[in-house]
């Protein structure tokens, strides 16, 4: 057996398919810099980014082969898609950027670095996770992640840094990171974990007298979640990443119960919360109304999404082509507002290809999910996939107007250390996770 | 059976999508909204497929969820579809005032417009009123008969964006509308620059010039119409700017921002075009107006006799009547009275009517309602409002023009014509076709009948009063040899101490060809000159078609 799992491949699907992001960002980083130049003028020099980032993920192919490793073959070529798409828009805006103002001058450049990191983090998760059983004590210190998540809320809220009235961010020495993007991380750990333990205690119910009630004592922790979710809204006014932990909470204690009643609770307490803190703070009464309509203060309020509007309709079907059009106008744009960004350039095809690969690699992970064997793996990748897919769609949503704009993520896209890092290692996760023994 | 029933849900759902894209184009963004949020929900019980009962909890909640977060993923793409197709001109084009009074507009109307071949604007003998030129691979604006830029507006790209038809035909001169729709695709996919269409209008430059020349010093407004069609043929507002400064290709102009503070200090507003903006008391044109109602209810004939011996007694007020020819006289037709102008006749004809009627005239008038034209046209009112007619003072003042009613220029020339026009008030236009980059007439203005407030006999009846009143009466400065012209003046009391004076009146040889509405505002013109201004514009006028067309 260990044998037969050891002995070295090709895994020629993946490999081809890695090429489209490799001739994307190829070509894609040409066409910036031929645009920037006005003429048809440039070295090898220009695109070594390029170069090198289709030449890092082959060879991690390859050396995922060489280690016989055979698991999903297609969950790494979108991931690397859409790493290009965020890769070739931050070096397309950087120019931009940097003449708006000093702040913006190394975005590129760290933007390049955390994409490594991102790598260098998956090609490890996958290579090391076998042999140092990291799925064995991810289940095994459950109430770890717990604390773990608990305690990066509340230093966020002792000690966080406060940018356009949310805490977002922990400075550390010269690093600033962003907890949600952890947290996000370390309550689904708890959260298989814990749920796989109580799975079909959750599933009952709890008799008290002639009243069938949900399992009271099992859901303590949950309420705890719950909580640390309100108070991201409440006191850290991050209501990006409180929708994002409700939406994980509720999903996957959905899965694992498949009780619906949970998930009609969850939601309603949420929203009286979400009432509760929109009567109590104006913040939030703001983002409603740039929500429904930000014309009626669009120079100061509702700019951003005036302007994200802007740029979405300039796009049209085609887009301007990269380059071409005016993004920038937009306030924030390589972080909270890069989809509108791609919306302008790469049109209606563009969004809709970046939605479609989103789809494409949730769905994936469900499908490892299902294949599972092991419980804790089921709900860990289920889970995993969960959080990818609402933190796109909380996002996407926001920037479209579908729902109020949250300051949140796109996955692998935005600018951002924490959130490329860490949505790089939950790919690494999957991938290890869809080598597993599969359920017959 | 449930299968037909969910794929019926998901049916209404693509339906009620389609529907909220395609059908409505006004449609709220609120509103947008709640169709979406219904169509999420048909979407969420259309896709609650049967699962197999052997299968696993955990693999039925799975692919519960992964459904779920299909349906979300599909109306997430009709929101793009939205905002980037169906709506995307709307909201690329969409502007917005502040509370400061500044306008907001998407930035990239102006950076990328000066790579756009505009437009060029014609006037009706095909002169050139707004210009493209090449320059440096730059499209160059400007404005060879400056005289109409009371109609034309200003472009300012990168400063004060655009005014006049500039800014109401932005679509069609900057190509985004208007060409064909492949042509237009091709170019933006081979970012090749859009040619925009030629308007060529209704306006006549030469007589434009004319009549600011004739306006010299006064603030004031001039307005010519064609009788038969609606066409405006003259629009001029006085004093007025020069659109080529304010054209600029950057942002950092210091001359063009000098010239525009200067625009916006100068107490005379240039800026602003009085002859679809401007709110003016009508004086004793509306007399015609008045007489006209009284004739068409049947309540007066020109012939009916008023006393008029000088004062009359409203109520406790005593009204003084000045224009009487011959003090000796009491006895006055209605005819007379238009013609020697008596309010204490249109006073009477005024309380006859009653104050409910002549407000439900208001709107068969056009008052209270929108003008449909090729530019904004401000509201003329009766009144501020219904209840105010109901006091007969106030009545009586409104009979002959004074009060709280407001008119524009152009509505006052739209009425006068109409008199001449067997009582159909033409829609007025400027923009007589457009024609794209290929050559081709993309829309060609249609001459169309906008209200007809009173029947022909009454129309009739009031034309020959308003004839009467220049061959017989005081309006005698407006006769011009050769034609027939029928007038009436107006003296707008502006509470100030200072008077509005009015001309209203057409022209024919002898059937009526074009009519004219004159203002002088406060102080700046005496009557005579608004006569002689407006009988002045209407020969010329004639003058220049008769030959147009020999």
Redesign the interface.
Known sequence: MMQARYRPTFRATEFNLLLIPGALAIVGLLMIIVVGRGAVDWTWGDIWVSLAFAGAVLFISVSFGIRGFRGDQVLLPITATLAVLGMLMIQRLHPDLAAIADGYAMVAQRHLMYLAAGLVVLWLVVMLSGPLRVMNWLRKYKYTWLLATLALQAATFVVGTEVYGARLWIQIGPVQIQPSEIVKVTLVIFLASYLDDKRDLI?SSWQVGRLSLPPIPYLLPMGIMWAASLMTLVALNDLGSALLFFGIFL?ML?????RLIYVGVGLFTFAAACWAAWTAFSRIEIRVQNW??P?RD??VTGYQQ?QS??A???????G??FG???PT?IPEVHTDFVFSAI?EEL??LG??AV?AL??VL??RG?AI??RAED?FV?LLA?GLS?SL?IQT?II??GV???IPLTGITLPFISYGGSSLITNFGIVGLLLFMSSLPRRA | MQNAFRGLLLLAAAGLISWGLFSSDGISDARWLGILGLAWLLLLLGTRIPLAPTLPTFNRTIIRTGLVLTTVFVIVTAQLVRIQVVEGDNIYYKTATAPDGEIIANPRTASGDLDVARGRIYDRNGVVLADTQLVDGQYLRSYPEPASACVVGYYSPFLYGASGLELAYEKELSGAAGNNPITRVLKSLLHRPQTGADLSLTLDASLQGQALDLLGGSRGSVVVLDIRTGEVVVMASNPTYDPNQLFTTSANDAAAKAYWQSLIDDPAAPLVTRGNLGLYTPGSTFKTVTAGIAIEEGLAKPDSVYEDNGQLDIDGRVLVENNRPDEARDQWTLAEGIAWSLNVVLAQVGLQIGGTDLWKYGPRFGFGEDIPFDLPVAESQLANGREVLSNKNALADTAFGQGQIQVTPLHMAMIAAMWANDGRMMEPYLVDTVTDADGTVTRQAAPATWKTPVSPQTANDVEQMMINAVQNGSVSGAAADGYVVGGKTGTAETGDGTNHSWFIGFIGDPEPRYAVAVVLEGGSGGLSSAVSIGRDMLAGTIQARREEAS
């Open positions: 599933g999903t959905y899965i694992a119960s498949g429904i309509d014309w669009p120079y005036v509007d802007y979405l309709a300039s796009g049209g079907l085609f301007t082509g071409l059009g005016h106008f919306g049109g209606l969004t809709l939605i989103y789809f949730v769905m469900y999910a299902m419980g089921q289920a969960t897919a769609i996407i949503g479209t107007r579908l």
